[in-house]
């Protein structure tokens, strides 16, 4: 079964710090992987997805996620934190259930807390 | 304007009510999928499409209807409005080309007392 898990419910940064929210996937196959971010009052917004090819991958706002085959793992980074990245970040995965296209599994969501 | 839209934005009903919660989007986008958010669950899929008169059970399907007549529209209906049914409920869609890059609403807020 294809599933995706984020560990921690809330992580708290500093302004400046870098940042990693994590993200750990279990899949069939080969994993197509992605990051929203959501925030208060929104509906979801897409960051960056992995497919194939290179590793490490950027999205928008200057985040990036790191694709690790040998830790079935997906965690998103981003150098240098902003206030404004405070939000609710979804890591979710391809549902290929049914052979339906489009659907995504998403983990319960990680709150990002970005301190001045 | 361009883009998805919900309405209401928030719904308060009594239980044994029948709501229905609309959705449109101006993009033509193939796809289009309903999903309810509650702490601790993330987001739920509760019906999907795939184009207009095509739909699916996602994984919380009871208790709802839904219907595609038109590409651009899927409304969802709660047939008999359960406590449990209090929610947020976002409306998505994506396009073929690009099925995973899902566009949200902004949300429906529902509350049944």
């Known amino acids: 079964a294809q599933s995706v898990a984020q560990p921690e419910d809330q992580v708290n940064v500093a302004e400046g710090n870098p940042l990693t929210v994590k993200c750990t996937y279990s899949v069939s196959g080969n994993p197509y992987l992605f990051w929203y971010v959501q925030y208060p009052n929104r509906g979801l917004q897409f960051l960056l997805k992995?497919?194939?090819?290179?590793?490490l991958v950027k999205g928008s706002y200057g985040f990036e996620a790191e694709f690790n085959k040998s830790q079935t793992s997906f965690h998103l980074k981003k150098p240098s934190a902003l206030v404004s990245d405070s939000a609710l970040y979804f890591c979710a995965v391809r549902d290929i259930r049914g052979g339906s296209q489009g659907n995504l599994i998403f983990g319960k969501g990680t709150k990002l807390s970005v301190k001045p | 304007d361009a883009g998805i839209t919900q309405s209401p934005r928030y719904k308060i009903t009594e239980t044994g009510r029948q709501v229905t919660l609309m959705c449109h989007q101006t993009?033509?986008?193939?796809?289009m999928f309903w999903y309810r958010q509650d702490l601790g669950h993330g987001l739920r899929l509760i019906y999907y499409?795939?184009?207009?008169?095509?739909?699916d059970k996602g994984e919380v399907p009871d208790g709802y209807v839904v219907s595609r007549s038109k590409t651009e529209n899927f409304p969802l209906t709660l047939e008999s409005a359960t406590r449990s049914q209090t929610s947020v409920y976002f409306c998505?869609?994506?396009?073929?080309?690009?099925?995973?890059?899902?566009?949200f609403g902004p949300g429906t807020r529902l509350t049944v007392t």
């Open positions: 998505a869609s994506s396009d073929m080309g690009t099925p995973y890059e899902q566009y």
């Open positions: 993009w033509s986008h193939s796809y």
């Open positions: 992995y497919i194939t090819g290179d590793n």
């Open positions: 499409s795939a184009a207009a008169d095509i739909t």
